[in-house]
């Protein structure tokens, strides 16, 4: 990929100057504003750059960083990659003497419903009772209870991330719970229960239900394929789950999961870490900065990359179409821009591709840093696309 990365760069790098009616005016009215502006419009074929301002200047992205994770994951790991929670115990004449445990590995949508389908797998088996309890085996994640730079970020973003985690480490109303162990424990007890299976025991040795596995097998539950989670997690931006594969990717460790992704980018893209200056996966640090310039880089490269390509830009949100309502009233906009947005307070951003009136497919970025709106973004989106 570094021809198609070199040549990337030397194409944004010989922008021709903007000319379109409105851009310039745009940014003059936000800077104005006291808002910062890095954005740019690309052409998706040659990398031609047609309106751009301060592309080349990084500043906070939100939740467009999951652009750059999403990517590097999908490359690296491949679309149809899995992960497995294994379920250990010693089972005899359908019983298991002694607890039954659960070995997480980083599956971020081990949800009640598909706990539900194990136990009806841990059922065919032949298990029918267990004379210990539930116990977690979180040991495939380090102890680093969140990554670097989000001691500014608000606590309602902030569910634990642990190698089992269930419904995302969040309760009844929506919100972090406290004990996410004490959630999943609860939670896979009651499912085991309702399918037939006694739990007879209680939470014994170091007395919180945590500990290695037995060393007998008895079943796995495979994730979603890694195409599905990406969809999720762009679509629904979700921090909670890109969260979770940051940290599996770097076998456990957020920064080693960022370093690899650092370290993709490096070399497929000969972006170096002053281009990919991040702390997280999924853009909730403003310790993170990106450039337009960054962005529209990796965009093209995912556009034109044969092998996960499609399931990247397939991944983004279709403006128009699917559960998502057309924040701008432009109806010509309506199947016509794939985006991915981001918010933090004083940070609006937006990247993706659009589809001019033409036929034409280009490339955006627009990072704004500032007191601004939803409409500030979308009204130069709507003259680009129109």
Known sequence: MRPLALTLSLSLLSALPSGAQGFRPWVRSLEARGIAVSAGLWDVDTGRALERHDDAVALVPASTTKVVTTYALLKTLKPD????????????????????????????????????MLAQSLKRLGLQRVTGTIRLDQSAFDAQRQPQGWENTSADVLPEVRALSVDFNRGENGRPVADPDRLARETILRILQETGIAVEGRPGGNGNGNGPAVPRKLATWTSPPLRA?????????????????????????????VQRIQAFYQTAFNLGPEAIQITDGSGLSKDNRLSARTLAIILRGAYHDFEVGSEFVSSLKIIGGEPWKLRMKDPNLTRRVRVKTGHLDRVTSLCGYLQTLDGKVRVFAILLNGPARDEDVWEQVSRWAN
């Open 81 to 116: 990659s899995t992960i497995e929670t294994e379920v250990w115990g010693d089972l005899k004449d359908g019983v298991v003497q002694g607890d039954l445990t659960f070995k997480g590995d980083g599956d971020p949508l081990f949800t009640s419903e598909r706990i539900w």
């Open 229 to 257: 989670l990406v969809q999720d997690i762009n679509k629904w931006s979700n921090n909670f789950m890109i969260e979770m594969l940051t940290r599996r990717y770097g076998a456990g460790s957020w920064p080693r999961g």
